[in-house]
């Protein structure tokens, strides 16, 4: 983009003052290392990778990048999916790796203040050791950063129950384009006091500012969880049932569907076994939590009542935490085996639950009439369908053209359906030339109009989300 400056050596001179040889990587390899996330095969090197360990030097950072028109890609982990953390016009790629401290565990008030660079998992640890429970757990949850899931307000299978991550951010330390580092609220449960910055950077996909702290709100751990996996020879009756289940007054903590051509995929990806009957065509794996087993135990019986009359069958119980971190294992690896099956695109649809089935019988007729498979699963609880739209034996111009119009159909069907086209991915680069489905025009330049109050020079995060 001709607005933007290409890096020199005065440039790269100045980082490596400020962060040392340590902070500073211009080699070819880590380009292209940081040139790619989990998005397709696209790759986009930038022309330096920095990595900051202070608020800081974020800020010295971003004020000398602003000044220079030097374009800046925010990273975490680099486990997106739309392409949130690819560095399109080269520049900077800022990480946050090095921002991985978990600075205090509050027991008193329930929360906790973190660096964006700390991973989910190693933080949902933490606070387990504690009694305490931080609920958004991506599939990527052992890998991914809190700051990326801040990023795109992440979910995972969790959030039917307890929210996704916007639910959970109380504060952010963030640090703005020009330099300015602000905290965008308090650290309270209750924040009625002027616009709600902090929630306006939550699922921003780091184009207003670079995230240095984040205060989150933690609950207390549930004493005990139990999992369910049923199996129905009707995908569609699969996800009739699960509005069904919230009917009967239950809300599980968990709900996920899973087509067969997936869970096959995956027992390949990781040469295992799975109880997959030879008739299902979808799999539910329903998780109930709380801090009475009797309790629990009568859920599962209503549960299995409704799966029963949905056409559920081989209901099976998981009787040990090892059978439970099995079957959440195959959950969880359902993208990269799809991934490794095939160049695929994954699409983060969502609707509301009780139109599931509808969803899917559509994301299928498209398929038959564009000429593509699809292997589906998700957060059937909340309504959140990914769709792995695979490339196969389709040709290259099919698949580089024709397949837009299809993922067009399947928006324009969400979107007729009461949903929308991304649940949890965010919208990053790789779905920005669909907003115009779920936006007027006049929203769209309300949102261009917010990104140029932060960020004037446009030096963010550029190419997200919209066009700019």
């Known amino acids: 983009m001709e607005r933007f400056t290409k890096i020199g050596q005065a440039d790269i001179d100045f980082f490596m003052v400020l962060l040392g040889k340590e902070g500073v990587s211009i080699d070819p390899e880590a380009k292209q290392e940081y040139g790619h ?31 220079n028109q030097i374009p800046v890609t925010p990273r975490g982990a680099g486990t997106g999916l739309s392409g949130g953390a690819l560095p399109i016009f080269g520049g900077v790629c800022l990480s946050s790796e090095k921002l991985n401290r978990i600075i205090n565990i509050d027991t008193s008030n329930f929360q906790a203040i973190v660096e964006p660079g700390v991973i989910n998992q190693v933080f949902q640890n933490a606070v387990a050791e504690k009694g305490l429970f931080y609920p958004p757990d991506p599939a990527s949850k052992g890998s991914c950063f809190l700051g990326g899931n801040v990023a795109h307000s992440s979910g995972g299978p969790r959030a039917l129950k307890y929210g996704t991550t916007k639910d959970y951010i109380l504060n952010l330390e963030v640090v703005l384009p020009n330099g ?58 699969a996800c009739g049932a699960v509005a069904a289940i919230f009917q009967e007054g239950i809300t599980p903590s968990a709900l996920e569907f899973m087509e067969r051509d997936a869970i096959l995929y995956t027992m390949k990806y990781l040469q295992t076994t799975h109880p997959l009957p030879d008739t299902a065509q979808a799999q ?13 135990y009568t859920d599962c019986d209503v549960i299995n009542t409704v799966l029963e009359r949905f056409g ?44 599931l089935p509808e969803l899917l019988a559509g994301v299928k007729k498209i398929g038959k009439d564009f ?98």
């Open 37 to 67: 996330d989990y998005t397709e095969d696209l790759v986009f090197e930038p022309e330096i990778v920095l990595k900051p360990g202070t608020a800081q030097e974020v800020s010295h950072i971003l004020a000398y990048c602003n000044e």
């Open 180 to 237: 300015d580092i602000i905290w965008t609220g308090a650290n309270t449960l209750k924040y009625a006091t002027g616009y709600h910055l902090t929630q306006l950077m939550v699922g921003s996909e780091g184009t207003l500012g670079f995230v240095t702290k984040i205060v989150t709100k933690l609950i207390p751990m549930p004493k005990h969880n139990l999992l369910m996996l049923a199996s129905f020879a009707d995908a569609g009756q």
């Open 284 to 296: 539910l794996l329903i998780e109930v939590d709380g801090n009475y087993k009797e309790t629990l």
């Open 312 to 355: 559920g069958t081989d209901v099976l119980f998981a009787e040990t935490d090892g059978e439970k971190e099995r079957l959440w294992s195959l959950r969880r690896k359902i993208g990269e085996a799809v991934k490794a099956q095939s160049i695929y695109k994954e699409e983060d649809t969502v609707v509301p639950r009780a139109s």
């Open 371 to 468: 000429g593509f498979q699809s292997a589906c699963y998700g957060h059937a609880g909340d309504g959140n369908l990914h769709i792995n739209i695979l490339k196969g034996n389709l040709s290259d111009e099919v698949w580089n053209n024709t397949i837009k119009e299809a993922i067009t159909q399947i928006f324009l069907l969400c979107k007729q359906l009461g949903g929308t086209i991304s649940g949890e991915h965010g919208i990053g680069l790789v779905q920005q030339e669909y907003m115009p489905i779920m936006f007027p025009q006049s929203q769209l330049e309300l949102m261009r109009s917010i990104k140029k109050v932060f960020d004037p020079n446009g030096i963010m995060n550029p190419g997200k989300i919209f066009r700019q």
